[in-house]
């Protein structure tokens, strides 16, 4: 309940920078485990900022 608490009074700058970060790293693990996965970006984003 504390890290809800802690990411959702983040500064947008901040939440965002943290969001692109974990998108990242999910992106590269995709591509290491299924190179050949249709992979979209946009949709785990979507969901990281959830």
């Known amino acids: 309940m504390c890290i809800i608490y802690y990411f959702s009074h983040q500064p947008t ?3 965002s920078e943290l969001s692109m970060g ?3 790293i999910i992106e ?3 591509e290491k485990v299924a190179p050949n ?3 979209i970006t946009e ?3 979507h969901n990281v900022r959830r």
Do not use: H, P, Y
């Open 13 to 15: 700058t901040e939440s």
């Open 22 to 24: 974990i998108t990242k």
């Open 28 to 30: 590269i693990t995709v």
């Open 37 to 39: 996965a249709d992979f």
């Open 43 to 45: 949709n785990i984003r």
